[in-house]
Nanobody
């Protein structure tokens, strides 16, 4: 089993920045992809960003390209999402997730482990 714990959410004004972190523990050696998803009220959960542990290859949703950056520290089993130029539409619960797939995937059902979520609220 793998446990994921997020931190770093909060309230910020539009144009501001937040940094989310996720610490993984347990049997992390079978994890290939770490990702961030978000879910706003009344909307489906969507992929925000993902990174492959072995190659560093990243994938971003079009809505966050150029504003968000995902990074990983394999030695510390952490993944970070730096969010800049935040917009009110970025408001959501953000979830850290981990997948055992060896190819880049962004569909939520292909992720095996999930954190509890952290609220990000961007005021206008």
């Amino acid at each position: 089993q793998v446990q994921l714990v997020e931190s770093g959410g909060g309230l910020v004004q539009a144009g501001g920045s937040l940094r989310l972190s996720c610490a993984a523990s347990g049997r992390t050696n079978n994890i290939s992809i770490m990702g961030w998803f978000r879910q706003a009220p009344g909307k489906d959960r969507e992929s925000v960003a993902a990174i492959m542990q072995s190659t560093g290859r990243t994938n971003y949703a079009d809505s966050v390209k150029g504003r968000f950056t995902i990074s990983t520290d394999n030695a510390k089993n952490t993944v970070t999402l730096q969010m800049n130029s935040l917009k009110p539409e970025d408001t959501a619960v953000y979830y850290c997730a981990a997948s055992r797939y060896t190819n880049m995937v962004t569909m939520s059902y292909l992720y095996d482990y999930w954190g509890q979520g952290t609220q990000v609220t961007v005021s206008s």
